[in-house]
């Protein structure tokens, strides 16, 4: 069974940092790793992408602030975030599509900007 395990979330204050990480247990393919977010009261959306090719796609409100990666080795997939507003607090969401075998998703991890 695919389980994805995040880690990294927390408190932090306006202009500070967090890594967030995302780790699938298991051997498989995997096509695009992605973070999503949802805000309180909002949809979740795309924060950041990064294909098997290492091609990202970033959300306009990201841009220039976080940074996502991938370990393929690891089956695992980073967002370093940097230069955080209190508009980034939401609960964060990996997801891996894997080849043959469809979409997961992890439990999500709470980032709260705050002073």
């Known amino acids: 069974q695919v389980q994805l395990v995040e880690s990294g979330g927390g408190l932090v204050q306006p202009g500070g940092s967090l890594r967030l990480s995302c780790a699938a247990s298991?051997?498989?393919?995997?096509?695009?790793m992605g973070w999503y977010r949802q805000a309180p009261g909002k949809h979740r959306e795309l924060a950041a992408a990064?294909?098997?090719?290492?091609?990202?796609t970033y959300a306009d409100s990201v841009k220039g602030r976080f940074t996502i990666s991938r370990d393929n080795a690891k089956n695992t997939v980073y967002l370093q975030m940097n230069s955080l507003k209190p508009e980034d607090t939401a609960v964060y969401y990996c997801?891996?599509?894997?080849?043959?075998?469809?979409?997961?998703w992890g439990q999500g991890t709470q980032v709260t900007v705050s002073s």
């Open positions: 997801s891996m599509s894997l080849l043959l075998m469809g979409d997961y």
């Open positions: 990064i294909t098997s090719g290492g091609i990202t």
């Open positions: 298991g051997s498989f393919n995997i096509d695009t």
